[in-house]
């Protein structure tokens, strides 16, 4: 960045203020400028304020340009500038440059996300002759606990969870010696000052662990893991429950007790060689396990060595991390193969934050833990992420990511603070401010009691952190949400707007916020694939294409409404969905007479006919839906996959994709899709799909004995084609002006790694630019920040049309 000086060139010495805005708190930015201004020979001062980090300098013009050149240039590896703003200053500098005392303020500042073990602090817990040798809670400006200690801003010592352990004489030398990379580093310790870890019985009897290691607590933690058992792990976050992940017993063991049916458990290896003897991986995923956010990555199973069925039942993908924190990497230290490291909790329940609770809850599960004695002060779990499409994507953006604000694209740039509160499943929300769009880390499942409780605490915490004073909150149309519950008792409490926004249009702002879409930029078609979302004429959608901005939209065509039997309950049990599909396509009779002799057929006729028929007929409880999610799951339920019942959102669908034939993905014959059609809505409705021919024909391979691995394969090709054709007929080429010519994919179905880059190909052969999630998940999770931006949108249009109408009355 060049800064122009004005007529300060003609002088020998000038004073500016600098301020530098973006994550530059707690991750070393003030030596960093303390050493550059040394070497040129600056005067002046830097600190920490609510803003962010203002640098008062003087000396020489040319030396200060290289000053700000230098420092944008040369930033620690955990902050992010966002802008640098100059001005002349007249005051009083001090004569030689220092780092001066925070300053309290209101926070305009960033709050740096959770880092793993960086490769310095890595190389000292494994040195003898290093004072930090083995201590599991080593730390510098460029690793370790930040949103998961702190409790305040500006982010100093005081205002996190380290507070109540004084710094001994070695480490308050470091802490004040700028050339020191821990200089400021607000979690500093060491053995003599700082937490201590400890290994403990559960059921409190005594006991030595001298048995299981001469090292210490931490390595007996991992001889006992290598023996069998299932151990109870403090984290940055959160409580994990740990296990070999090569001992199919103990594995059945851990999801008994758990009561985690299929759900697959996330793993942690001591280092990639351990990772590539059970999985395949490129650059882009190497990159992300080994990066600072080090988030657990989802890896292509190698076929020998497998690890048990129990890890991750009916899956061809594994969850890895590496060691995320010092207490990881030396419990792994002697481990040479894969461990569980699955969150600590009953099944759907908020990971366990507190030593009270692990005792309370995981008792049953785990015989032993490693715990400490330095608070956690915010839940936070592992963020979850998968290469698709030549780019790594986050399924789920917590631990290392947020919360790192997110820039707002241009056209955004007045807009006012605003609250949105996101969805009901894998919940978020959103807080816009300076220009960015803060989201918070995932939540969970608000219809858990405890998780609504966690939501409505760091809502609180991040209105602290921020000091953040909405002027308007953004809830989805759903009327059952508890986000939108709570959101309008908040507008009524406080006096303030409550703005809704349709679930699928969300999920459309949220890929076009991600990827910096002008805001007064042309209406892009939003393909939007999803369980479910509370539709725009108060029906079930789940399968949308939407011509849409942030401003509105309007839905062009959809997926086949098929009813839901059951309600809710058919998101649980996919044959529900399987009935549903089959009956809405053909006659009892017709499948008897052609398809009679299949298993599948057997197995719906032995259900309740007669109920199902009645509900159906008159619409008892089988609400119509538009829902790719739900056509997913009937399929899986035709091939046999989670038939009866699936224990987690996904779960058939994840399966379907598991077993695709990926060669028969690769290959273009004729015959290698379903066929789907593209008729209207009552005959002159909405263009939608209709799957009636690839029913027939997936039914008739199953009576060829057509292997289900490319059944799968026909039936992902079939749909990815059907989705480029309605594209394509719903954009009007052929038309003096095209309705657009951007596609902005979006939605939980989108996560499905064979359908993505399918779809993808597709778009891109016929010349469609192509938008997708990465940064933020394509899921529910992703939805505040698109509630966030529609919201802004209405706002600024708000206040732009009071000031024409101030002007004209004037």
Sequence with gaps: ?????????????????????????????????????????????????????????????????????????????????DRVETHAYDGALPPQFRIAESLASEAHTQVAPDAAICPACAREIADPFERRFRYPFTNCTHC??????????????????????????????????????????????????????????????????DQHSMLDDVDAAGSLIKKGEIVAIKGLGGFHLACDATNAEVVARLRRLKHRNEKPFALMARDLEVIKRYC????????????????????????????????????????????????????????????????????????????????????????????????????VDDSVARAMGGRLRLLRRARGFAPAPIPLPPGFETAPELLAMGGELKATFCLIKDGAAILSQHQGDLENAETFDDYRKNLTLYAKLFHHTPRALVADRHPEYLSGKLASGWAQMNRLPLLEAQHHHAHVAACLAENRYPLDAPRVLGVVLDGLGWGGD?????????????????????????????????????????????????SWAELAMNFGSLDVFADLDRRPRATLQAMLAGGVNSPLASSCGRLFDAVAAALGLCRERQTYEGEAGARLEA??????????????????????????????????????????DLILNTPAPLIAARFHKGLARIIVEMTKKLARRDEQDARFDTIALSGGCFQNRV????????????????????????????????????????????????????????
């Design 659 to 700: 077993i695709v034939d990926r060669e028969a993905m690769r290959r273009e014959d004729a015959e290698g899709f379903y066929p789907f059609s593209i008729p209207r809505l009552g005959g002159a409705g909405l263009p939608y799909i209709e799957p009636l021919a690839m029913w027939r024909a997936l039914l008739g």
């Design 280 to 379: 395949a991986f490129g650059p882009e995923e190497e990159r992300a396990l080994t990066s600072a956010a080090a988030p657990i990555v989802l890896l292509d199973a190698v076929d020998k060595p497998r690890l048990p069925e129990e890890v991750a039942p009916g899956l061809s993908t594994l969850g890895f991390m590496l060691p995320t924190t010092p207490l990881h990497k030396l419990l792994l230290a002697r481990m040479e193969r894969p461990v569980v490291m699955t969150s600590g909790n009953m099944s759907e329940e908020p990971q366990v934050i507190d030593d009270a609770s692990a005792r309370s809850r995981l008792s049953d599960i785990a015989s032993y833990a490693l715990v400490h004695d330095r608070e956690i002060a915010n839940r």
């Design 1 to 81: 960045m060049s800064i122009v000086l004005g007529s300060a060139r003609e002088t020998s010495f000038v004073a500016m203020e600098i301020r530098v805005r973006g994550r530059v708190q707690g991750v070393g930015f003030r030596p960093t400028v303390w050493r550059i201004a040394r070497e040129l020979d600056l005067i002046g001062e830097v600190l920490n304020d609510g803003e962010g980090v203002l640098v008062r300098v003087g000396g020489d013009p040319a030396a200060i340009e290289r000053f700000v050149v230098r420092m944008e240039r040369e930033p620690p590896p955990l902050a992010r500038i």
């Design 144 to 209: 370790g606990p930040r949103l998961t200690f702190v409790n305040g801003v500006p982010y100093d010592r005081a205002a996190t969870t380290i507070a109540p352990f004084a710094m001994c004489a070695a480490c308050e030398s470091e802490y004040r010696d700028p050339r020191d990379r821990r200089f400021h580093a607000e979690a500093i310790a060491c053995h003599a000052c700082g937490p201590k870890a400890r290994l403990i019985r559960f059921d409190g009897r005594a006991s030595s662990f």
């Design 538 to 586: 108060g029906t079930m959608w789940g399968g949308e294409f939407l011509l849409a901005d942030y401003r509105g939209f309007e839905r062009l065509g959809t997926f086949k409404p098929v009813a839901m039997l059951g309600g809710a309950q058919a998101a649980l049990e996919p044959w529900r969905n399987l009935y549903a599909h089959l009956t809405a396509e053909m």
């Design 755 to 810: 359908l993505f880059e399918a779809v993808v190909r597709g778009l891109e052969a016929e010349r469609f630019t192509v938008l997708s999630h990465a940064d933020v998940p394509a899921n529910d999770g992703g939805l505040a920040l698109g509630q966030a931006a529609i919201g802004a949108a209405r706002l600024i249009d708000d206040a732009n049309d009071a000031e024409t109408n101030h002007q004209t009355k004037g």
